[in-house]
């Protein structure tokens, strides 16, 4: 690795030197701090798509082929740093593109920085739907909107047996989780079920003992939660410790991921999740061949599975290199316009832009039954029959 200070905090990181006539992406990721685990993702998945695309021999522009170079800061999880990096990358580094940081609240403001300069941004770490209500015209997303994120979860909660009749509804105070959770109210009201709690927390919370009390007394029998992995790992530790066993808890982050599994071992058993992405062999792209090729690959490489974080990274290198094609190069207008009329299969699945910049991939209802992932319900419905409702603690 190559690395260089950036105001005196934060390094610079990169694969190989790029030449003069590579193609340079720029991003801040969440390399340390807090985000970090979660950062990684995108971090490998950009340069496992960029090196996969130039073993290809590259994008093709005006019939010459031009590799691809990524140019990376860490932003130590401060959205303050991120901002500044984002400045210096358009500013001073004179990236040709922008790939996206890890976290809402992260896409939100670095978003600002690529409208101002009018240098595209493809991301897939942020889905908060205030990033894409303000009709900015260089920002997109590979995250499906925060506000449908329990959308499949809601509909399979009326149909499971027996129903729940109560709902506990959970978010931190970001804005990626108050997107989730304007939208969850909504749909669990539309549905005819009874919220009987909808209770905010701090992000970055650890003691969840008085809310895991109140879903106790009041009763609640699906809990739903959005936070961060480890406001979740926290949650379900202390929800064991007390004793607290709804018949379901569902969760926007965690489950999904082999880290979350491990770390909670046993205790993961019957949690729901959600996720736009599985790897699927039917998912065809033109660069890995397939979602389950991608997987394999990823995992040969970095030695752990990629989720839906990984895959929207790698897509979103797809959808810049796809666009520079199209545009015939990399004048930021003319890539912008390219990236929006996209109509890519990736093995992310379909890459086409609403208006807004959002895409809307369904999300599919997964639970953790034997230590794996399994796929629950989806758009037609119950794919594989969940555990539930879920046994009291000591009754495992």
């Not at 740093?81 to 896409?107: E, H, M, W």
């Not at 009987?196 to 029998?221: H, P, T």
């Not at 709804?246 to 993961?268: C, I, M, N, Q």
């Amino acid at each position: 690795m190559a690395g260089m200070l950036l105001a005196g905090t934060a390094f610079a990181l990169s694969s190989a030197v790029a030449s003069a006539d590579d193609i340079v992406l720029g991003a801040s990721i969440q390399l340390t701090g807090p985000s970090a685990n979660t950062g990684r993702y995108y971090k490998d998945a950009y340069q496992f798509a960029i090196d996969k695309i130039n073993a290809a021999g590259g994008v093709n522009v005006g019939g010459e082929k031009r590799k691809l170079a990524l140019k990376i800061y860490d932003n130590q999880s401060d959205v303050n740093l991120s901002v500044r990096q984002y400045t210096q990358l358009v500013s001073q580094d004179k990236v040709a593109l922008l790939l996206g940081p890890f976290a809402s609240n992260f896409a939100l403001a670095d978003s600002a920085i690529s409208e101002k300069y009018q240098i595209p941004m493809v991301q897939g770490g942020g889905a908060s739907d205030q990033i894409f209500s303000r009709k900015f015209k260089y920002i997109f997303g590979t995250l499906a909107p925060a506000s449908n994120y329990f959308g499949s979860t809601v509909k399979m909660l009326k149909e499971l047996d027996p129903m729940p009749n109560s709902v506990a509804l959970l978010y931190a105070d970001d804005s990626f989780d108050v997107s989730v959770a304007k939208g969850t109210r909504s749909l669990l009201k539309d549905s005819g079920l009874t919220i009987v709690m909808d209770e905010k927390y701090s992000s970055n919370a650890s003691d969840f003992n008085s809310l895991l009390s109140q879903i106790k007394s009041k009763g609640a029998e699906a809990v739903l939660v959005a936070g961060h992995e480890t406001e979740i790992l926290n949650f379900v530790r202390q929800a064991k410790s007390l004793a607290v066993a709804p018949k379901l808890y569902s969760f926007t982050v965690g489950v999904p991921s082999e880290d979350f599994r491990k770390a909670l071992g046993a205790d993961a058993e019957y949690a729901f999740g959600m996720t736009a992405w599985l790897p699927s062999a039917e998912l065809k792209d033109k660069w890995f061949g397939d979602a389950a090729s991608f997987a394999k690959e990823y995992k040969a490489k970095y030695n752990y599975d990629p989720d839906y974080h990984a895959a929207s990274g790698a897509a979103d290198v797809e959808a810049l290199a796809q666009a520079i094609e199209d545009a015939g190069g990399t004048d930021p207008a003319k890539v912008r316009d390219a990236i929006a009329k996209l109509n890519l299969d990736s093995l992310y699945g379909k890459i086409a832009f609403a208006d807004n910049g959002q895409i809307d991939l369904p999300q599919t209802v997964i639970q953790v039954q034997g230590g794996a992932v399994a796929a629950i319900y989806g758009a037609s419905g119950f794919i594989t029959k969940p555990k539930y409702p879920m046994p009291a603690w000591d009754k495992r």
